[in-house]
């Protein structure tokens, strides 16, 4: 009886162990993919004007400039992907006038640091990033 009582006692504890390994593991691309909510471009052009007015210190005035210039280019890179379109030189051109307005509205101090902040987030998206497949040999 002893012996019984002890097998169904770690039967049952492999199999709590088990499921609790199973639940806590990590997210797929898919399923975070699927849990990203799509921001409006209001919101992303706010939070695109936070996240400046916190790093380069942007006055009041400054703040409502890029946060008109976001908007645009939010709603314009909106408006591109839903047409289904692949041409780079059109979101290039949404990305430069963009970066035209912003160097406008910045002093040249806080161009230079901005600069400097996208190039890193750039990197570091590039190291982020999976390595492409390679790809299969032909056998010339």
Same mark, same amino acid.
Do not use: C
């Given at each position: 009886?002893?012996?019984?009582?002890?097998? *169904?006692? $770690?039967?049952? &504890?492999?199999?709590?162990?088990?499921?609790?390994?199973? /639940?806590?593991?990590?997210? /797929?691309?898919?399923? @975070?993919?699927? @849990?990203? #909510?799509?921001?409006?471009?209001? =919101?992303?052009?706010?939070? #695109? *004007?936070?996240?400046? %007015?916190?790093? $380069?210190?942007?006055?009041?005035? @400054?703040?409502?400039?890029?946060?008109?210039?976001?908007? %645009? !280019?939010?709603?314009?890179?909106?408006?591109?992907?839903?047409? &289904?379109?692949?041409?780079?030189?059109? +979101? =290039?051109?949404?990305?430069?006038?963009?970066?035209?307005? #912003?160097?406008? #509205?910045?002093?040249?101090?806080?161009? /230079?640091?901005? @600069?400097?902040?996208?190039? *890193? +987030? !750039?990197?570091?998206?590039? !190291?982020? +990033?999976?390595?492409?497949?390679?790809?299969?040999? /032909?056998?010339?």
């Amino acid at each position: 009886m002893k012996k019984f009582l002890f097998i *169904a006692l $770690l039967t049952a &504890g492999t199999a709590s162990f088990a499921l609790a390994q199973t /639940t806590a593991a990590p997210t /797929t691309d898919n399923q @975070q993919s699927a @849990q990203h #909510v799509q921001k409006t471009p209001e =919101q992303k052009a706010t939070d #695109v *004007a936070n996240h400046m %007015t916190k790093e $380069l210190g942007l006055t009041s005035d @400054q703040a409502a400039k890029i946060h008109d210039l976001a908007l %645009t !280019r939010a709603e314009k890179m909106g408006d591109w992907r839903a047409s &289904g379109a692949t041409d780079k030189a059109l +979101r =290039q051109q949404i990305m430069g006038e963009f970066d035209s307005g #912003v160097k406008s #509205v910045l002093t040249p101090d806080q161009y /230079t640091k901005w @600069q400097a902040d996208k190039a *890193a +987030r !750039r990197a570091k998206h590039k !190291r982020n +990033r999976p390595a492409p497949a390679p790809t299969p040999a /032909t056998g010339k």
